[in-house]
Each structure stands twice: as C-alpha cells, then as structure tokens.
C-alpha cells in the first residue's frame, strides 16, 4: 500500500469531526506534496532515504515491553531513567497508552484525556494547520494516539508530567504516529517532559507531533529526550504558538536513532512573548541527527534565544537549520542564535545554516556557527596537570556540552541527572 | 650528583621547521631557584613547554633527563604526574569545565600515580582551603570554570594555587610577573617562595629582573639564540637590568 492509499483509508475511518477534518487536510496536503525531497531547502541534507517511501506495518498492541530477546519491565526502566521524579505520567507501549503504568495529572483546573476521547468543542483552540510537509501530513493522518491537555486561567500542574514513549522489538519493520494537545490557559504553568526510548532492533519509523498553545502570561517549561533505538527513524515537532506575555523554555537532547530530527515551528504572535530553545545533538557511527527550527516574531516586544551544540563523531552526520522570521510590524525585537558544533572525527560531517529574514527596523538579532575540533591550547592545559588525553578529552567535551543544561532548575535533578548520564556514557 | 632533578643537554629544538633552541645546556639540583632571563623571542618560552611535553615541538638533537629518566619520549600527563608543572604565561580559560572538578581530576591522576590513595570532595576541599590562602585566593573562583572570567592576577594566582596543591618537584614558571600589578606581583612571589624547599626545584623564566626582588634566585642565566650564553649569582640579574641584554649577548663573543 502507499502512503496516499493509507492515510485516505484513515481519513475515512475517523468519527469527530476535527478529526475527520484534520486527516481530510493531511490528505489534500499529503496529494499536493509528497515526501519530502532534496530540492526542499531543510531537507537538503537529510538521508531521505532512511524516511520509508511506503507505509509500515502497525506495532501489534502487546502486553509486554520486549527488547534485546528478554521481556523488559517498564516500571523498572522508569525508575531506572526517572530514579524518584515525583511526577504525572502517561506510558505508551508503541503507541498504545498503558494506564497501569501511567499516573494521570489531576490538579485544580487541568484537563486531561486521551485523543480517543475529545470532543470537538475541545480542540476548538487548535487551528488545522497547513502541514509544513508530508511527513506533518502523515502524522496528522495517522496518528493513533495522543493526550490533551488543558490548563484552566490561572492553574498549575504541581508536578511535572512525563510522555514516556517506549518501543518494543518488532519482528518486522513497523511504524508509530504519535500527537500531542497541549493548551496552557492564560496565566497557567506546567512542566512537559517527552522521553522517547527505544529497545527495538527492527526498522521503525515514528513521527511524535506536539501542538502547544500557550495563552496570555501562560509559563511552559518542555524538554524532550529522545532516546530511539539506533535502528529507528525518529522525526519529532513541537508547534508552539505564545500569546501575549506567554513564556516557553524548551531543552533538547537529540541522543538515538539512525535519523533523528527534531524540527520546532514557533509563533511568538502576542506582545511581549518570550521563547527559548536549548539542546545538544549527538551522532556517532553513521547516525543522523538534526535540528530544525522555523520560528516567527509576529509581534512587537517578542524575544527569543536558540543555543543547539552539535558533537559528532565517526561518520555521523549532523544538521543545523535555523530561521529567523522577523515581520515587518514586530518591533522591538531580541533575537538571538547560537549553534556550535565539534567534530571528533575526519569523517563526521555538520551542515549548519542560520537564516535571518527580518522586514522590521527595531530589530536587535544575532547569530553564530563555529564548527571545530577540541580546543589543542585546553587539552594540553589540563595534560600539563596530569590528566590524561582520554580523560581530558572526555571533561572538555562533557564541558562543552553541558553548558547548555546550566540553567535548568534544580526541582529537576533527575531529568538533569539522566541529561548527564547520557553525555558520560557518550562523550 | 644525586640531587641531581634536571639536566638538559645541547639541546636542540624546532618549531615549523625553524630552529628555536640551538645548543642549550642546564643543570637544575633540588632546593634550587634558577632564573632564565632573556630578550624576547630567545626561546624562553619554547623551553618552558618543551619541558612541560607540549606536542607541537620538535625536538632535533640533544637530551633531556628529568630525576634519571629521559623527558622527552614521555607524554606531558606522565610528566605532570611525576613531578613536572608548568606555570602557564596565559593560562587557559576552559568554559563548563569547574575549576574545583578540574583541580581535583588533577590532584587525583598525581595521587593515583604515586600509589597514594584519591582524595574524596569532602578530602579535597579541606586541602584546597588550606592551600587558597597562600595566595590569598578567593574561594569564589573556585565555584567558576576553569581561568573563565577571571583578571590576568587572578589567573596568575590560579597557576600558583595549582602549583601549591599538586606539590611538584619541578615547577617552571613561565612570565608569572607579566601582567601583574604590584600588589598582585607581591601576593604571588610570597606564594612561591612559600613553596621553596629543599625537595623542589623552580627555574623562574622572565623579562624583568622585577620579580627577582621578591623571589631571589640562586642561578640566573641568560638565553640569547636558543641558547643560554651566560650564568651567574643573582647578581648578574641587576647587571643586565643597568646595561641591558644587549651587552651581554656581544660580551658572550658570539
């Protein structure tokens, strides 16, 4: 079957309306466009070869997580990777929600369900979208499953709730679409952590599509780390739209997967809107890891800040494309950008492009790319002290990167203990 | 001679093909202050960081024996773990990397090396303390990453606070004085001399006889062309301040 075919079979079979409506546009979007291509300017330098040209088989819904031939426990894996967050919960076993392993967020003034159960006053908040391209239009098509979120005016989820996306092996290649509603009321706050994990030695192709609508003076704090296994094709978003005065701190760690990209479409449409975006991309061996950010001052007073490092080693090939879209009413503007990359190996690879288009005058807007090698001056500084070459290396590195982790909260020591867990083990 | 530490034959070094050391003699004994002198682009610093195992040196004749053994096959942590530092003229700013994570790694390497045991935060701290406060260095900058940010003085202090926590037996100093203020110079020669000692070498290496009035040396020499054409007591250092290198580099017959 091919893509057309399966995504219009979906779009027949849905019952609410939104949803009908949403896969009837995927389905229009996905006839018009098509897979992406290397003449698409962000997808220039993606091995799209690795994005299945047909459709994959569906995960069968399992009672058990297996991976590396043993069954595997997910409550142990969770307070392996999370050890004691006191958090909200909602586990999926490829693509399917667990609710044994799930601990649903009930606070004052929040909504929570599934996808299956939204009505369609409920996502009333959620514009459809024109898809960027058609692996949106895919998702939006075939999405399984999902939560909705939605904070009242003035509510505040009293702990941070984990997406905790697992795979299991799979005896043949398979696909996963997942989709996310989040709408943070008007001065609401909460903290969205997305954990992708994968112990799936087969193909696999996921997409992991996050919707955010952030209301006047709302307060998002996100993090996604995404650790697919290395057989897997990964391509997650996150769609975020800030209202006035709304605030968004987003952190990254880019760290599995054969292809893995994780693209960000950020409208800071009201006054006053703030926006940062933080992450690190790692590739090793021949693994693919990208970031991709297309973000728009629509409004005058917005700020934003995006600083991405990138290390790649072997023959890993990293990608960095980042946009700057400054309209032509939005004044008093602070834009800034910051991508940095090193490169341990002759055979790794890093295209990285900024791109700045700015039609207002009142515009404060910088950027930069480095791409290099550890620093020779500081290795042989840290040598000259008795360290030794591995050991230095690996601090120096370890300190590269975790630059980017410095500001995070100390309420989350076990999301940054996982962060840094993850750059020991690989750096 | 058993007090014997260091002892550099007819050296001969070059950087990029161009000969930088040209025959250069030195014996340094332990318990002692050498001073090596010169104008600038004699070769003074490449002799620090020859000493120290930096990579980017070719070293075309000549031998270098350190406590017995031969230098310059040995790797520049094993050197450091065996006794050598290296006081940076520009010390290296390491961003993310924390200054007491770094000095601790460091001290660790030196311990494990000597078959003694590692010390733990809590161990190393009370060292770290103890030592800060022989060049009177602010325990903020302990909690920062490595030189970042910090004042030429305080990077200077930095150098002199390592040197002090990992006890080397040969300490190069290179152009500690340049940079400094004059409150700075005095913090940082009390912190060396309370380092002399009877086990410890330090061969000084500067422009200016200036920080000679503070760390008094037992040998000065004079490098000129790669090579040292002159020794003599500290009082060749006061010599070459009233006349000038100059006329010692044409009194040396060259």
Redesign the interface.
């Known amino acids: 079957m091919s893509w057309a075919a399966q995504i219009e079979q979906h779009s027949r079979s849905s019952k609410a309306n939104w949803l009908k409506n949403l896969r009837q546009h995927a389905l229009n979007e996905f006839n018009s466009k098509g897979l992406p291509t290397r003449h698409m300017e962000p997808w220039k330098h993606t091995k799209l070869s690795l994005i299945p040209s047909n459709p994959l088989q569906w995960p069968q819904q399992k009672t058990e997580l297996l991976g590396f031939g043993l069954k595997l426990e997910p409550k142990k894996i969770l307070d392996h990777v999370l050890k004691g967050l006191d958090c909200y919960l909602v586990t999926f076993v490829d693509g399917h929600i667990n609710e044994s392993l799930s601990n649903f967020p009930k606070d004052q003034g929040v909504q929570f369900s599934s996808i299956g159960h939204l009505s369609d006053e409920d996502v009333v908040s959620f514009k459809t979208k024109s898809s960027q391209h058609g692996v949106h239009s895919i998702n939006a098509a075939l999405f399984q499953t999902g939560i909705f979120l939605k904070l009242d005016k003035n509510a505040v989820l009293t702990k941070p709730f984990v997406l905790f996306h697992l795979s299991s092996e799979n005896k043949s290649p398979t696909m996963k679409h997942l989709r996310h509603f989040i709408v943070a009321g008007e001065k609401s706050q909460a903290t969205i952590i997305e954990f992708h994990m994968g112990f799936n030695s087969n193909d696999e192709f996921e997409t992991s599509y996050l919707n955010l609508v952030a209301q006047p003076d709302s307060n998002i704090l996100h993090f996604k780390i995404q650790e697919a296994s290395m057989s897997s094709t990964h391509m997650g978003t996150l769609d975020a739209k800030l209202e006035a005065g709304a605030v968004l701190r987003s952190y990254l760690l880019n760290w599995g997967g054969r292809l893995a990209r994780q693209e960000y479409y950020v409208a800071l449409d009201g006054k006053g809107a703030d926006c940062s975006l933080k992450g690190l991309f790692f590739g090793k061996n021949e693994q693919n890891s990208e970031v991709i950010i297309d973000l728009q001052h629509n409004s005058s007073n917005t700020k934003s800040e995006q600083n991405f490092k990138g290390v790649l080693e072997d023959k890993a090939h990293g990608v960095f494309y980042g946009k700057i879209l400054v309209q032509k009413d939005a004044q008093k503007i602070n834009a800034d950008q910051s991508n940095k990359n090193i490169l341990l190996s002759d055979d790794a690879i890093v295209n990285t492009r900024p791109q700045l288009e700015i039609y207002a005058d009142d515009v404060k807007c910088s950027h930069g790319a480095t791409i290099g090698r550890l620093d020779e001056g500081a290795l042989f500084y840290l040598r000259s002290r008795g360290i030794g070459k591995k050991e230095a290396e690996h601090m120096l590195l370890l300190g590269f990167a975790e630059e980017i982790l410095i500001d995070i909260d100390q309420k989350l020591i076990p999301i940054k203990d996982r962060l840094h867990h993850l750059l020991e083990a690989t750096l | 001679m058993d007090n014997l530490i260091l002892k550099i034959e007819n050296l001969n070094v070059n950087v990029a093909d161009r000969a930088i050391l040209n025959g250069l003699n030195l014996e340094v004994r332990s318990g002692e202050v050498h001073a090596i002198m010169g104008p600038n682009g004699s070769g003074k610093s490449t002799l620090a960081s020859v000493l120290?195992?930096?990579?980017s040196y070719t070293i075309t004749g000549g031998s270098i024996t350190y406590m017995g053994q031969d230098l310059t096959t040995m790797?520049?942590?094993d050197?450091?773990?065996n006794g050598i530092?290296?006081g940076?003229q520009y010390?290296?700013e390491?961003?993310?990397?924390g200054n007491t994570?770094?000095?601790k790694?460091?001290?660790n390497?030196?311990r494990k090396?000597r078959g003694e045991k590692e010390l733990d935060a809590m161990e190393f701290l009370k060292v770290a303390k103890e030592k800060m406060k022989i060049v009177q260095m602010d325990q903020k900058l302990m909690e920062r990453?490595?030189n970042q940010g910090f004042s030429g003085g305080e990077k200077k202090r930095n150098e002199i606070f390592?040197m002090s926590v990992?006890e080397p037996r040969l300490a190069i100093l290179d152009e500690t004085d340049s940079g400094l203020d004059i409150d700075a110079l005095r913090i940082v020669a009390n912190g060396v001399n309370s380092l002399r000692s009877k086990d410890r070498a330090i061969v000084l290496i500067t422009h200016y006889q200036r920080l000679l009035d503070y760390i008094v040396p037992d040998h000065v020499h004079v490098l000129a062309g790669g090579r040292i054409i002159k020794s003599g007591s500290r009082d060749l250092a006061s010599e070459l301040e009233k006349t000038g290198y100059e006329a010692v580099v044409a009194g040396a017959g060259r």
């Open positions: 120290a195992g930096r990579d790797a520049a942590e050197r450091a773990r530092f290296l940076f010390p290296v390491i961003p993310g990397v994570y770094f000095l790694a460091a001290l390497a030196i090396h990453a490595v390592q990992l």
